[in-house]
């Protein structure tokens, strides 16, 4: 039987609701042979990859959803297998992200309270720890603690819209920028779920051939946020382009109802993906 990958997880470190650790029994008993922990614009639950990978027999392949923006669109790229360097200029954008991430959640809450019943401290409570990259999900967590909204996802699309009047901005590089900054780590990049139902807009042609110009390598198709009209659009980008296809489950735990495994990405796609990178990064196996 081929190899089962997915390509798109989330931990604790970022917005998802369980710790490395957890992430990784989960994987063996979804019987995945191999995941990607893609926290958003962090790699500070790398440190845990080792231990909890000889202990659950999945292997990982070291990665981050970096946050990029363009003309006000969210754009987010998955970069695999990047040097972990505290002076590169991936390193450098991420850290301004994510403190942006914290003014902005901050300000988001403070119109959000003025008709809904949440507080920072609510928030904050749905942060795993100190180095949590605090963000929308945990605001989405905080209104369902409080009972203003029945999930993650319905806070997404009401409350927490781009379009809704609580919505602020925060800093982000623009997707150009992210690709060539990746690029630059020794990474692979790949646009997450380009045609996500949850954007007002699928990214633009232009922009995603500006990628590939930058060192775009792939583009994750399969994706829970994909129908098969978008799938098929997608893939013939990709065929057209010459990039890799790859796919996830965007896995976050609880509050959202994506299953690890539910896309999958092919063994060869992944072999290529090593190929390509110039890191010191490798995927960590048992």
Known sequence: MSERIDLHTHSSWSDGTCGVDELLRRARRAQLDVLALTDHDTIDGWAELPQAVAATGVAVVPGIEVSAEHESLSVHVLALLVEPDADSELAREMARARCSRVERARSMVQLIAADHPITWEDVRAQAAGETTVIGRPHIADALVARGAIPDRSAAFQE?????????????????????????????VAIVAHPGSVTRDADLPVDLLEEMVGAGLAGIEVEHREHDEAERARLRDFATAHDLLITGGSDYHGAGKPNRLGENLTQPDVLAAITHRATSSTEVIHP
Do not use: N, T
């Open 159 to 187: 409350i927490l819209s781009p379009s809704g009047p609580y919505y602020v901005p925060y800093y982000a590089p623009g997707p150009v920028q992210a690709v060539r900054a990746i690029r630059e780590a020794g990474g």
